[in-house]
């Protein structure tokens, strides 16, 4: 059996049993996650970070950026970041939800194969963009895990219905001001990365083309979002911008950024 398939197999199990380990400790007040989580975790990311930069770095000195890699990627650096995170803070339901979301988006290189060029003789700022790029779909990853979890929260909330039913993950988590918080920075944490993607963007398009930025649709609906995500930041910290509103603006920064590559690539990978 090709090493691959086994790597894929052990890193995806590992993921949905923690992750599955992880939300279902959460049901009960007072639960913490099993100690045996991190090294488990560990050993899955590692396997993830075989089959994936087999996968997109294909031969020496060229990659090969796909939506099924693109998933697998953007669940690669979401485990890490949050696996590094755990080791300093406590960990809660977004962890374990976002490594039952990896167990599954692993396979994507799989389950949506592509017949795409790979980029040849690509430079070390092109490397650094598409690493970037990973990272800040990493991140707005998290934040819209962490948002939809807030959103639930604040309408039981509404309903009082976390005062009639104790038992559950929202029950289990901090109170809304601490969600919100966390999913600030969050979003903070995407947008820089998003910043330094753009900057790296631009020199790999003056090497390429001479040219600063390369209007086509990726740049303008990225920069789009850059802005929404910076607005929607300085809005939180100078105008009080919270709950619905925020949530709202949020919305549309994640829909410009999925589309500006995401959905692309499944269209050309997939629908294509």
């Keep these: 059996m090709d090493l691959n398939i086994i790597l894929y197999g052990v890193a995806s199990i590992f993921y949905l049993i923690v992750g599955g380990k992880i939300v279902s400790t959460f049901k009960k007040r007072g639960d913490t996650a099993p100690t045996w989580s991190l090294p488990v975790i560990a050993l899955a990311i590692v396997s993830h970070f075989w089959i994936l930069q087999s996968s997109i770095f294909c031969a020496p000195q060229t990659i090969l950026v796909t939506f099924g890699n693109s998933v697998s990627a953007m669940c690669f650096f979401s485990t890490l970041i949050l696996f590094f995170g755990a ?20 396979w994507s290189p799989l389950v949506f194969p592509s017949d795409a060029q790979p980029i040849v003789g690509s430079t070390m700022g092109f490397k650094l963009h598409i690493a970037f790029g990973f990272i800040a779909y990493s991140f707005m990853l998290m934040s819209v895990v962490q948002a939809v979890l807030m959103s639930i929260l604040n309408t039981r909330l509404k309903n009082h219905e976390a005062l009639h039913e104790p038992e559950g993950i929202v029950a289990t988590m901090p109170n809304l001001m601490m969600m919100e918080r966390i999913l600030f920075r969050v979003i903070l944490a995407c947008f820089v990365v ?6 790296t963007g631009m020199v790999s398009t003056v090497h390429y083309v001479d040219a600063l930025l390369s209007f086509d649709h990726k740049t303008v609906l990225t920069i789009l979002s850059w802005v929404v995500f910076g607005v929607l930041l300085l809005g939180h910290r100078f105008l009080g911008w919270r709950s619905r509103k925020a949530l709202m603006i949020f919305w549309v920064a994640v829909v410009l950024q999925v589309v500006a590559f995401l959905a692309y690539r499944f269209v050309l990978d997939v629908l294509k």
């Design 194 to 199: 998003l910043t330094l993607t753009i900057l």
């Design 87 to 106: 080791l300093y803070s406590r960990v809660h339901a977004l962890y374990g939800i976002v490594l039952l979301i990896a167990g599954i988006g692993i």
